[in-house]
């Protein structure tokens, strides 16, 4: 149990995942032959490390990934296809392709199936993380084995520094908007054509110039946040996105 499996094949399963309105299965060689694949795996869709931390990093940091020759960014846990499409969804994490060990077989293949009944859960995959390059495991994350739910190693800041320990992640950039805003489309637009990945945090009629003003110290939208740092309104995006 939660043995580090290093240079084995990954387990040879068929997932049954649902797709629009069609249940396609999709089989361990269609996910790792022939690519170098980064995985994540964690104990359910849904709860709080996994949807607070795990997953959107690793959504933030798969341009990153994927620029440093990884194929393909999954997010694998024992839940069913449509709990696993949910939570992509409602997680905004378009950059990560999930897959629903709904039976714990890939799961229990590779000796990280707990349980978690004391939990109410069932059993559940051990939070770890791996990369596979055409199936085989080069790299593996696991956490401690120890009681509660240890994140200390999994996480994507540590698999992106294994595969390229001077590789820089990219900026946190947060943008403040209102609805009806041509400003505020126009940073947008401008973030976007430059590729930059942002977060929009748009305030509507219920919390607009008072709750900018608490934040910012200015009323007037867009504001554009870097790292922390408040850069300023849409003339501060463009001298951002210009370099």
Not at 93 to 104: L, R, Y
Not at 164 to 172: F, L, T
Request: glycine fraction near 8%; aromatic fraction near 8%; hydrophobic fraction near 40%.
């Amino acid at each position: 149990m939660l043995e580090n499996i290093e240079g084995q094949r990954v387990p040879t399963v068929t997932f049954p995942t649902r797709q629009g309105d069609q249940w396609v299965n999709i089989t361990t060689d269609e996910l790792f032959a022939g690519k170098t694949v980064v995985v994540f795996a964690l104990p359910g869709a849904y709860t709080p490390t996994c949807s607070s931390a795990h997953l959107p990093r690793y959504n933030e940091l798969a341009g990153v990934l994927k620029g440093n020759g990884i194929d393909d960014v999954i997010c694998l846990a024992v839940n069913d296809t449509f709990v696993m499409n949910a939570w992509l969804a409602d997680q905004e994490a378009e950059n990560i392709t999930v897959v629903p060990d709904g039976s714990g077989t890939f799961t229990e293949g590779m000796g990280m199936l707990v349980d978690k009944s004391d939990l109410g859960f069932g059993k559940r995959s051990w939070r770890y993380s791996m990369l596979v390059k055409d199936g085989v495991i080069d790299k593996m994350f696991i956490e401690p084995n120890q009681p509660g739910d240890p994140f200390e190693v999994s996480d994507a800041d540590t698999m992106l520094n294994y595969i390229n320990p001077n590789a820089k992640a990219p900026s946190a950039v947060t943008l403040f908007t209102k609805p009806g805003c041509p400003f505020c489309a126009k940073a947008k637009d401008a973030l976007k054509e430059k590729n930059i990945a942002f977060e929009e945090i748009v305030l509507g009629k219920d919390a607009t110039s008072v709750s900018l003003r608490a934040v910012t110290g200015e009323t007037t939208f867009p504001q554009l946040f870097v790292d922390g740092k408040h850069l300023g309104d849409s003339d501060a995006v463009i001298a951002y996105v210009k370099g």
